[in-house]
């Protein structure tokens, strides 16, 4: 379900936030003011949308606003709180988890918090994975640091199994979920169980991961430190396609079916030529197709840059894609396919290039969250300490519409956010590269500039 589905027919949706019950118990929180239960941010931003739904006498669907209550559910004293991180790496992990300690002991007074060692295989005590005692001393300076401290695993545990740790060998009340897709599915188990049980756990999830396509969310944490990264790549690619005869840089970059990171990547360096996303098919033959506008590019210009997402181009491949331990499919390697096919093209017609393929995508998700993402990361933490405390349950907190909100964790996993070719980034990132003109058999750019030679080139 997206955001139009649900304006079109909000009756059908409750964005309501399950509570596990009357919050009766005064904040500790200091210095700042709370939030009322009934401040929500509407999901139609648009007037039309809102005269519209008022026009049908519909109630105009909201989001309940983030933040701290005047009343909690858990007696901090008596609260005792696991933190998990599943998936893939992600600049900003550390950042999280050092705020979650951080809010819960300085702001709350909760002293009993525990991290969960390797993801969900940390709540499966086959594996031996002893959880570990977190405070502020042990997160001091965490944060300087990519990865994890707690480690990271994928794959599916059995939710029974990972509720008796919960409940019976670590008496947790709150369990805070860092992740992105399989991991919010996961907590959707971990959820079921404990609903069945009647138990009285918290489950609140905070949305990583780098492709930055969690539905109902502006963006997640990692993102801007890899699109910052990869842009960086992205110039160095340039550098080295320009250093040699009919250079190609082709940097591939993460994301498997959305290109958020390659076209915010490709406008952050403002040198990419060609960017290559999943939301469109990618054709390789034929007078629109990739040969022939890299042939239009070379007419005028000694080099090329390419940026592709890995999920690009996978109807190329004539094999089923396997999936990972989370379920996710894995794809097949379209920047190898493409060094491949495109050597062979150009040596068909006799012309020689050299490319430098570059794949960083293990560099860029394991860096350390840059500043903008820093204190994205905190603000989600502390949020989501504040929604745990009151008693809010089965939720995703996250930036909507430039507001942090509590997002029912069902509408966040029910499908994937992916990019608008119709949109203005989209259009910004063809408008930057100019691929629409060498894509085109009546290629404008090839009357608009003459011959160039080689020194120009270089510019």
């Known amino acids: 379900m997206n955001l139009n589905e649900i304006l079109e027919n909000p009756k059908k949706y409750s964005l309501n936030v399950p509570s596990l019950g009357q919050a009766k118990i005064d904040s500790p929180v200091k210095g700042q003011s709370f939030i009322d239960e009934n401040s929500r941010v509407s999901l139609a931003s648009e007037l039309a949308q809102i005269e519209a739904l008022k026009h049908r006498k519909e109630i105009i669907p909201s989001l309940e606003i983030a933040g701290p209550r005047k009343k909690l559910f858990y007696d901090p004293m008596q609260t005792r709180v696991a933190i998990v991180t599943c998936g893939g790496l992600c600049p900003g992990l550390n950042n999280v988890i050092k705020g979650l300690v951080e809010v819960l002991t300085y702001d709350y007074g909760v002293r009993m918090i525990f991290g969960i060692r390797y993801g969900y295989r940390g709540l499966n005590p086959h594996y031996g994975l002893t959880a570990i005692r977190l405070n502020p001393d042990k997160v001091d300076n965490i944060h300087e640091d990519g990865g994890t401290i707690l480690g990271s695993s994928r794959g599916d545990q059995d939710p029974k ?6 409940s019976m060998q670590l008496n947790v009340n709150i369990l805070f979920c860092i992740g ?6 996961g907590a959707q188990e971990i959820i079921k169980e404990i609903n069945k049980r009647k138990d009285r756990i918290s489950v609140v999830c905070i949305p990583k991961t780098i492709d930055n396509d969690l539905n109902f969310m502006d963006r997640t944490f990692g993102f ?5 990264s990869a842009a960086e790549i992205i110039k160095s690619a340039h550098v080295e396609a320009n250093g040699i005869p009919n250079g190609l840089g082709l940097v591939k970059v993460m994301g498997r079916d959305s290109g958020f990171i390659a076209a915010y990547a490709s406008l952050a360096s403002s040198v990419t030529n060609f960017c290559i996303i999943p ?3 990618l054709v390789l033959d034929g007078p629109n197709g990739l040969f022939k506008a890299l042939e239009r590019r070379y007419r005028h210009k000694n ?4 940026v592709v997402a890995e999920g690009a181009g996978q109807d190329l491949f004539k094999s089923a894609a396997a999936k990972d331990a989370s379920g996710n499919i894995l794809k097949h390697d379209i920047g190898h396919l493409l060094v491949d096919k495109i050597t062979t093209y150009f040596k068909k ?11 960083p995508s293990y560099i860029i998700r394991s860096v350390p969250a840059n500043s903008s993402d820093a204190i994205f990361c905190f603000q989600l933490a502390e949020n989501a300490v504040h929604a745990a405390m009151a008693g809010k ?8 519409k430039g507001v942090f909100a ?3 964790l069902t509408y966040v996993v029910s499908e994937r956010k992916k990019i608008d070719t119709e949109s203005a980034l989209w259009h910004a990132v063809v408008g930057s590269t100019r691929q629409n003109d060498y894509f085109s058999e009546n290629c404008s750019y090839e009357n608009e500039l003459p011959n160039h030679s080689a020194a120009e080139d270089l510019e």
Do not use: A, W
């Open 224 to 228: 801007e430190t890899c699109v910052q």
């Open 303 to 306: 080099h090329v840059v390419m």
């Open 393 to 400: 349950t089965d939720i995703v907190v996250g930036s909507f």
């Open 161 to 166: 199994i990972m509720v008796d740790t919960l």
């Open 279 to 281: 939301e469109i098919p």
């Open 180 to 185: 992105g897709d399989g991991t919010l599915r």
């Open 349 to 359: 017609i006799r012309k020689d290039i050299n490319i430098k393929y570059i794949d």
């Open 406 to 408: 509590l997002v029912p």
